[in-house]
């Protein structure tokens, strides 16, 4: 009775072994596919893990804005989005997403923006394009060469710029900003939302507004220190 006891012990250790060793791999894909799924699910379509940001990222308020360099709009906006996050240094952060919706100009000048990016000259490549965007963007007009000169002016180092333009990478960046540009709906430039929602009406001072309003929630009502 004993011997017997014995040898269904030993079996069902056996079978329980086995049945481990085959469901650790199946265990460890569940695993593996809940982080990806987990991964996946920080981004959205409003900001994506290679999106340009500036201010602190760790900011409880984040504009974004649907941008064209080629857009005078744009450009109009970008002193007043900048004087927001000089108000507001560790409060609201700005996420770029590219939107090229004037043809070849603006999808060279994002281009370079997204080489400036992986470069770490993002911003001071933003802001000269912008500054002289009547030289590479006047009523039509397009200058491939000045955006060149103008980036590399601002520190973009040119001879790997032009080896990266049309990398797959940078290609990859601009298709998934054109996917979540029709999957928001967006139809012109620029388009803010801000923590999420869109700015309806549109407007400078409602912007402004918009921003204000949520620092005060995140501040519990004590405004902006």
């Not at 469901?23 to 959205?44: G, I, T, W």
């Not at 994002?110 to 000259?121: F, K, N």
């Not at 911003?123 to 060469?145: I, K, T, Y």
Request: glycine share 4%; with cysteine; net charge negative.
């Amino acid at each position: 009775m004993f011997k017997k006891t014995t040898f269904m012990l030993a079996g069902t250790l056996m079978l329980t072994a086995a049945i481990m060793a085959i469901s650790k791999p199946a265990l460890l894909d569940m695993q593996a596919e809940a982080a990806s799924e987990n991964s996946a699910q920080a981004e959205s379509t409003l900001v994506r893990s290679h999106s340009p940001i500036l201010g602190p990222e760790e900011a409880p308020v984040t504009i974004v804005e649907f941008f064209d360099p080629a857009c005078e709009a744009c450009r109009a906006f970008y002193p007043l989005t900048k004087s927001i996050l000089e108000n507001y240094p560790e409060k609201v952060q700005l996420v770029v997403r590219y939107t090229p919706f004037h043809g070849d100009v603006s999808d060279k000048a994002i281009r370079v923006l997204e080489v400036a990016r992986r470069q770490g000259v993002f911003e001071p490549v933003l802001e000269a394009l912008l500054s002289r965007q009547g030289q590479w963007a006047a009523h039509g007009s397009f200058d491939e060469s000045a955006i060149m000169d103008i980036a590399s002016e601002a520190g973009l180092d040119r001879n790997a710029a032009e080896e990266q333009l049309n990398s797959a990478e940078v290609q990859a960046v601009i298709d998934q900003d054109m996917a979540d540009v029709k999957a928001n709906q967006i139809r012109q430039t620029p388009t803010f939302f801000v923590n999420g929602e869109p700015l309806d009406p549109f407007g400078m001072q409602e912007l402004i507004d918009a921003v204000e309003d949520e620092i005060e929630e995140v501040s519990d009502g004590t405004g902006p220190q």
